[in-house]
């Protein structure tokens, strides 16, 4: 190199053959690669996550690239806790040793590499385009196509004047000048209406357009390109110190346009088209959601389009589509008013709503039970960690960003002509492929710390797994006790949602791996015994919920099993931290002492008690408790006895009733209660089956009594 050789020749002619880890390594660089149009430069990114150590990555970087014959590209490799960033250039627009060695690494212009810890990919990915829109140059600027210098009129000349000389020079545009700077544009088709409405004689002032954009002579093409195309706009002065300087027409842009696209055939590749072709899921979401969501989805877009809107399906609703699992929640995000999107769609389908105005979001329930929420695109901030959001209107990729991990960032798109469109701004699409959580930036558990909560629910529920840089983001955060300042309800909240799900044993197992337990309550734990405890507890609640009716609080139910062992007054504490409400504490205390004294009168006389003893032993626990006894029992007989109350009980009715009782001689009062519980206990032991049998029974203990009947 020292004697002049070139370094792109000797990398064409040193080459090493790849090892099968490298290959398919390889394999993921060329899957995840996207282009990214920086100053107008096709500059080839692409993000990879590996657990296992690969070496020579700048072989592999240096092989997609002469594969793909790229002009530029930057890959970024995640490897235990570090990011490794390569990047390879051919062009002097791209300086890849200066843009790297802003990050800490270094190299020369055509081949440079960095090494970073301590934040995530897409961070890493973020501070990497800020340099490159920062310090790439331009292959074009606005000057290399500006004509000058520029036809203009006074702001005081007259129409007649204007349109003169637009007919004079054959232009379409003509500049409207004020003290030496630049305040409208004059149109052909101004000129010529206010001709033909006998206008000519005004001044040019009254019926210049004024809401123009310009660019600086440095701008890039694309800057050109933004204005003419997405704003619609024929005629772009380019403006420097307040000087009209040139112009740039919408004919000059597209003869630009069209040399791109002569090189982009003959001499060189569009990746455009290789790597960022937008996926669609339409026909996954006609085969999923079946014909009556989906085609009320479609009927969304429609009222979107007519109030010129975006509106999009987002987070766990798109997820779960992708994963192939059945969903419920129809989330709504709008580019625009939330708010106004909801009142016409209930305006349109005749539905209820319930909006919050502050948060710009709001609940609509449409009459055959259907419902979604609805909000407005938003960012949020954090004053101080652990606290509440603020929030505030934003674009949907920021709304996308502010949300928990990359898996419930994917949006898609419901306005007519883009009906099922997939945008991932995050790699939520790989990281499922992947079945990873990650988050999305590095204070993600610091500014809301209950997302180690549901990162474990995640990963439990999908059978994810937790990626090493978000576990060690959940181990900070942890240690630096952040978890210890969310507020009990906060925490409750997440504890309910994870007792709700399929598998409650292995999320709380996994909270007592990373050692979390503590942060929920002081004293709780998740041992051996208690794991075999949970998994009785899912068998007996699958068999309850399989074959009876009645309302069971799973919530309770597998509270009751995480408490176990605890002492009352510590079971009274952890009601009051988590803000449980009084009424709901005082009934669930009430089981725990009830099911300790049930499951110790079991223990010593059960093979001897009646029937009717058993009977009110379980009589006045809650269902959630009978069948935490029923998991909890070690015997068959104990299992077998709550089962059959379980199954019996509301069966066990007598004929005859209080007024039965009053004519046979029972006074009513408090003694004709006592009747009416020891004629249902008798039922129970003596196996009473018809109206004479209890007549019978009633009389008897009248004259025991001593009570005349």
């Given at each position: 190199m020292s004697k002049g050789a070139h370094v792109n020749i000797v990398s064409e002619v040193l080459v090493k053959e790849l090892t099968p880890e490298q290959v398919l390594l390889l394999h993921d660089v060329i899957r995840a690669a996207t282009v990214q149009n920086v100053n107008?430069?096709?500059?080839?990114?692409?993000?990879?996550?590996?657990?296992?150590?690969?070496?020579?990555?700048?072989?592999?970087?240096?092989?997609?690239?002469?594969?793909?014959?790229?002009?530029?590209?930057?890959?970024?490799?995640?490897?235990?806790?570090?990011?490794?960033?390569?990047?390879?250039?051919?062009?002097?627009?791209?300086?890849?040793?200066?843009?790297?060695?802003?990050?800490?690494?270094?190299?020369?212009?055509?081949?440079?590499?960095?090494?970073?810890?301590?934040?995530?990919?897409?961070?890493?990915?973020?501070?990497?385009?800020?340099?490159?829109?920062?310090?790439?140059?331009?292959?074009?600027?606005?000057?290399?196509?500006?004509?000058?210098?520029?036809?203009?009129?006074?702001?005081?000349?007259?129409?007649?004047?204007?349109?003169?000389?637009?007919?004079?020079?054959?232009?379409?545009?003509?500049?409207?000048?004020?003290?030496?700077?630049?305040?409208?544009?004059?149109?052909?088709?101004?000129?010529?209406?206010?001709?033909?409405?006998?206008?000519?004689?005004?001044?040019?002032?009254?019926?210049?357009?004024?809401?123009?954009?310009?660019?600086?002579?440095?701008?890039?093409?694309?800057?050109?390109?933004?204005?003419?195309?997405?704003?619609?706009?024929?005629?772009?002065?380019?403006?420097?110190?307040?000087?009209?300087?040139?112009?740039?027409?919408?004919?000059?842009?597209?003869?630009?346009?069209?040399d791109e696209i002569r090189k982009s055939v003959f001499g060189k590749v569009d990746y455009h088209d290789v790597y960022e072709k937008r996926k669609n899921v339409r026909k996954l979401m006609e085969e999923r959601l079946g014909g009556g969501t989906y085609e009320r989805l479609k009927a969304l877009g429609t009222v979107a389009d007519e109030l010129g809107i975006h509106v999009y399906l987002v987070g766990g609703f798109v997820r779960d589509l992708l994963l192939r699992l059945e969903t419920f929640d129809v989330d709504l995000v709008v580019e625009g008013d939330g708010i106004r999107f909801a009142e016409a769609i209930a305006k349109r389908f005749g539905a209820k709503i319930r909006p919050h105005k502050q948060f710009g979001t709001a609940k609509v329930l449409y009459r055959d039970g259907f419902k979604m929420d609805i909000a407005t695109a938003r960012l949020e901030y954090y004053k101080a960690p652990a606290a509440l959001p603020v929030v505030e209107n934003s674009s949907l990729k920021l709304d996308l960003y502010r949300r928990d991990?990359?898996?419930?960032?994917?949006?898609?798109?419901?306005?007519?002509?883009?009906?099922?469109?997939?945008t991932d701004f995050f790699g939520a699409q790989r990281d499922i492929k992947d079945k990873t959580i990650r988050v999305l930036h590095s204070l993600s558990f610091v500014e809301d710390p209950t997302r180690v909560f549901r990162a474990i629910r995640f990963e439990r529920r999908f059978d994810f797994q937790i990626g090493k840089y978000t576990l060690n983001l959940i181990k900070n955060a942890a240690k630096m006790g952040f978890l210890s300042k969310i507020r009990g309800a906060r925490v409750w909240r997440e504890l309910s949602l994870m007792l709700l799900e399929e598998n409650p044993a292995s999320m709380i197992k996994r909270l007592a791996e990373l050692d979390l337990l503590k942060f929920i309550f002081p004293g709780l734990t998740f041992g051996r015994d208690k794991e075999r405890l949970f998994r009785e507890m899912e068998t007996v609640l699958k068999w309850y919920m399989l074959l009876y009716k009645q309302r069971c609080s799973s919530v309770l139910f597998y509270l009751l099993g995480l408490v176990n062992g605890m002492h009352s007054d510590q079971v009274a504490a952890f009601g009051r931290k988590m803000e449980i409400s009084e009424s709901t504490r005082k009934r669930f205390l009430t089981d725990v002492e009830r099911v300790r004294e049930t499951m110790s009168a079991f223990g010593t006389g059960l093979p001897h008690m009646k029937r009717s003893t058993i009977f009110k032993l379980l009589d006045g626990l809650s269902r959630e408790a009978q069948l935490f006894m029923m998991a909890k029992a070690t015997t068959e007989?104990?299992?077998?006895?709550?089962?059959?109350?379980?199954?019996?009980?509301?069966?066990?009715?007598?004929?005859?009733?209080?007024?039965?009782?009053?004519?046979?001689?029972?006074?009513?009062?408090?003694?004709?209660?006592?009747?009416?519980?020891?004629?249902?206990?008798?039922k129970i032991d003596e196996n009473l089956k018809t109206r004479e049998q209890e007549e019978h029974f009633v009389v008897s203990l009248l004259k025991r009594k001593g009570v005349p009947g």
């Open positions: 107008g430069v096709d500059i080839v990114t692409t993000e990879v996550y590996t657990e296992s150590y690969v070496g020579d990555l700048a072989v592999l970087v240096q092989k997609f690239r002469d594969m793909e014959n790229l002009n530029a590209v930057f890959a970024l490799f995640r490897m235990d806790e570090r990011i490794y960033i390569i990047g390879r250039s051919r062009i002097p627009e791209v300086d890849v040793g200066r843009i790297l060695s802003l990050m800490g690494g270094g190299g020369h212009k055509e081949a440079a590499s960095c090494t970073v810890k301590d934040v995530t990919l897409a961070e890493a990915k973020n501070r990497l385009m800020e340099l490159l829109w920062i310090h790439v140059k331009p292959l074009r600027i606005a000057r290399d196509i500006m004509f000058f210098p520029v036809k203009s009129v006074d702001e005081n000349a007259s129409i007649e004047e204007g349109k003169s000389i637009l007919n004079k020079y054959s232009i379409n545009a003509l500049p409207v000048i004020s003290n030496g700077k630049m305040v409208g544009i004059l149109t052909r088709q101004i000129a010529e209406k206010a001709a033909f409405h006998k206008l000519q004689a005004l001044s040019v002032k009254e019926y210049m357009y004024t809401e123009f954009s310009s660019v600086n002579p440095d701008d890039s093409i694309e800057r050109v390109k933004e204005i003419v195309i997405g704003g619609n706009q024929r005629f772009v002065p380019v403006i420097s110190a307040d000087e009209l300087v040139g112009a740039i027409t919408r004919t000059d842009l597209l003869r630009i346009l069209e991990f990359t898996i419930n960032t994917l949006a898609i798109s419901l306005s007519k002509n883009t009906f099922g469109e997939l007989g104990a299992r077998k006895a709550v089962s059959n109350f379980i199954t019996y009980a509301d069966t066990i009715r007598p004929h005859l009733t209080g007024q039965d009782l009053k004519q046979l001689g029972v006074e009513e009062g408090r003694f004709l209660g006592e009747v009416l519980e020891a004629l249902k206990m008798a």
